[in-house]
């Protein structure tokens, strides 16, 4: 009530018969914008106190003072990440509490006898407040952003780990890796850029783990099993999210042009997409309804639709090397001016990897040869380098193959005997 008196009190319209200087106006203003700001922030803390003492009330099992280790996962696409690590926990016998946000968590079935899956709440005040009042030793999480966005470092956890969930470098928002204790990396060109943004940011540098990629060793086993399909007419569109990525900037421009050339088309938009672009793939949807040379994928593994296709068509998005070390296919990247304002990205110079890549294992194309696109992939899937690039890219960014999840553990007990 003070905050919304003292707002209209200060909007009220009033002749002035002085006038402010810009110096002491300006001191006036910024006091009066962190005053408030202070109150808002402090109802906010006071309000998230109560839910975390509310919840802790009946949901103890969660709370509870139990040394050990915790797991974070934000939804069932992080599966092949930690199912390596739950099945090393398991078969070593290690006590564990597995959290997600995902009702549909595959973790939810998976049969354990170690280990505590539990669903938290969806993402939102309950499930913030449960990581926020955590009690553990170690929790491990693929969500970036920690003591930046919703998720806060509680004072009930002696150590944050973030494990890696792509072979590219971690190109996160701003201050994305910022306050984790330790990163669980994939190799060298992961380490390098991590360093080079503690440096820009002047934090202290984090314990740096190479353990090789969890996910990619899952999802390597599943595809030795997929049957074998002819991938002849198959071109599967896999862009990232946001308004660089390939959808929102051409709409359904480039998928027109391939199902008017006849070509079977894949899209498998980005998970996030679903959440925040929903209006605009529905749109595309609508817009393509009458193709029947059209199909969405909107499965947990992209390995499926990876195999049923010749090439990738992406821009920036991560399955580039999933795809190119995975399948050892083309991909046709679109040209773009990346624009880096809010990622960690925009505060050191120099190429990274991922970029400097794309015409190694395909070829990157602009606004300008999209209306071409149809004679480009004659053209790539008829040169066999880019397979021996692909080979090549993927001795260099997937280290220790198939090893991921022991490694993981033993870093996790590690970490833990330290502590």
Same mark, same amino acid.
């Given at each position: ?21 810009? !110096? ?120 970036? !952003? ?15 780990? *973030? ?37 820009? *940011? ?218």
């Amino acid at each position: 009530m003070f905050v919304v008196l003292l707002l209209i009190y200060t909007l009220l319209p009033a002749y002035a018969y002085a006038y402010i200087d810009p !110096g002491s106006g300006g001191v006036l203003f910024t006091t009066l914008v962190a005053f408030i700001s202070s109150i808002v922030f402090t109802f906010r803390a006071f309000f998230y106190n109560v839910l975390g003492f509310v919840y802790k009330l009946f949901s103890k099992e969660i709370y509870m003072d139990k040394s050990g280790i915790v797991i974070h996962s934000e939804g069932r696409q992080y599966w092949s990440v930690f199912k390596p690590i739950v099945d090393e926990f398991e078969q070593r016998k290690i006590v564990y509490r597995y959290l997600t946000t995902d009702d549909s968590d595959p973790a939810l079935s998976y049969p354990v006898k170690y280990g505590s899956v539990i669903f938290i709440g969806k993402p939102g005040n309950k499930s913030y407040s449960v990581l926020n009042f955590l009690k553990a030793d170690i929790v491990l999480t693929t969500t970036p !952003g920690l003591d930046v966005y919703q998720v806060k470092r509680s004072k009930g956890v002696k150590h944050y780990s *973030h494990i890696m969930h792509t072979l590219r470098e971690p190109v996160y928002r701003v201050f994305g890796l910022d306050y984790f204790d330790s990163v669980l990396i994939n190799g060298q060109h992961q380490e390098e850029y991590i360093r080079k943004i503690e440096q820009a *940011h002047k934090v202290p540098q984090k314990q740096l783990f190479t353990v090789g990629s969890t996910y990619v060793d899952e999802l390597s086993k599943k595809v030795t099993k997929l049957p074998k399909v002819d991938t002849t007419n198959t071109i599967l569109v896999a862009p990232s999210w946001g308004k660089e990525a390939l959808l929102s900037r051409y709409g359904d421009k480039i998928l027109k042009i391939l199902l008017d050339a006849k070509y079977k088309v894949i899209v498998r938009p980005h998970p996030q997409s679903y959440i925040v672009e929903k209006d605009m793939l529905d749109s595309i949807k609508n817009n393509l309804k009458n193709y029947n040379n059209l199909s969405w994928d909107e499965e947990t593994d992209n390995i499926i639709s990876m195999s049923k296709s010749c090439l990738m068509i992406s821009d920036f998005s991560g399955v580039i090397m999933d795809y190119a070390v995975l399948f050892k296919k083309p991909i046709i990247t679109l040209k773009f001016d990346f624009d880096n304002t809010q990622y960690d990205l925009q505060d050191i110079t120099g190429d990274i990897l991922t970029f400097s890549i794309l015409n190694q294992v395909g070829v990157q194309v602009d606004e300008h040869s999209i209306n071409n696109l149809p004679n480009i992939i004659t053209t790539i899937k008829a040169d066999s380098s880019y397979q021996i690039n692909c080979e090549k890219l993927a001795k260099q960014v997937w280290s220790l193959p198939n090893q991921a999840g022991k490694r993981t553990v033993d870093t996790l007990i590690k970490i833990h005997e330290a502590l």
